[in-house]
Each structure stands twice: as structure tokens, then as C-alpha cells.
């Protein structure tokens, strides 16, 4: 047995699910979302749990089980509590602001980067020049956080650029300054 997707998933008060056949919906008070599990999983709810089974024991059924539950219990959380990702902006006059739900970035290029927010996203500035991005799918909120970091991704000399908050950034030493032969 799969030990991710034997785990029951409890579902808070004020989140509602709704199953009709492989069509998982979720609705809570940040929002709606819905998926369609693959086909062999079955899923199915039992008093205020959500219960993920497979129905054998071959490779391509015990795969596709933690995978569902995963994604079952990350629509519970996302209409829940929702997601957030943190971006800091490192390097001399680089900032980030938000306009009009975008995000516009002055980054060191030639011109500012207008970064669009999709549906479901939205951006926040925090005083220390850091950007929030914070929606309900757990799936958008990093692919934007990556596209963000895409844009400016951190140099290992200086480590300027857009980082993860909390992420490592491995430096390399310059250049010595020693003259060679000569």
C-alpha cells in the first residue's frame, strides 16, 4: 500500500466536496476548484474524510494512488488556507510594485518587466522589497513564483537576481586579481 495515498484526508469545516465519478470539486471560502482523477483511482467520501484507493497492485495503479491523494488534499488545503510563495529581490535598485493586480519589476534591464497576473493570482510587496505570490492552486502559485524567478534568475558572483525566499544560492569566487606572466 501506497503510504501517501492509504492516508485519509480530512476536510475542515466550511469546505465542501463533490464527487461525480472521476470529477473531483472542492468549494471552500477562498474559492472553487475541481479535477479529474485518473481513471483506475476510485475516491470517495466517508463521513468528513476523502478516502483515495486503487483497485490492484500493478505499477501504473500504485503510481497514479499517491498522485490523486496528493492532489485531492492540495485542493482541500488551497480552498482552505490557500498558497503563498515568497520572492526576494536582491541587487541595487532592483524593486518590484504592484499595478492595477500586476507586478511590475525594474530589475536591472534595459526596460521594466510587467508581469500579468492570471486568474486566481494575486501579488503582494512586502517593505523589504520582497513579492508575495498567493492564489488557491497549489500548481499555478509555483509555476508563477518560477516564471517570476525566470525573469532574473540569480547570478552566482554577487548572488544578484530574484530568489526564493530561503534558497541557497551557491557562490563562485572571481577572478584572483594576481597578474600571470608577464
Partial sequence: ???????????????????EG???????????????????????????EIKVERPSDEPR?????????????NMVTGVSDGYKKVLEIVGVGYRAEVKSRHLLLNIGLSHPVLVRAPEGISFAVEKDGSVEV????????????????????????KGKGIRYRGEYIRRKAGKTGAGGIG
Fill in 134 to 157: 498567493s492564489g488557491i492552486d497549489k500548481y499555478l502559485v509555483g509555476q508563477v513564483a518560477a516564471n517570476i524567478r525566470a525573469i532574473r534568475p540569480p547570478e552566482p558572483y
Fill in 22 to 48: 472521476q470529477l473531483v470539486t472542492v468549494t471552500g471560502p477562498r474559492g472553487t476548484l475541481s479535477d479529474s482523477i485518473p481513471t483506475p483511482i476510485a475516491v470517495s467520501m466517508v463521513e468528513k
Fill in 61 to 73: 495503479d500504485r503510481s497514479l494512488h499517491g498522485l490523486s491523494r496528493s492532489m485531492v488534499a
Fill in 1 to 19: 500500500m501506497s503510504r501517501v495515498g492509504k492516508e485519509p484526508i480530512p476536510v475542515p469545516d466550511g469546505v465542501k466536496v463533490d464527487i
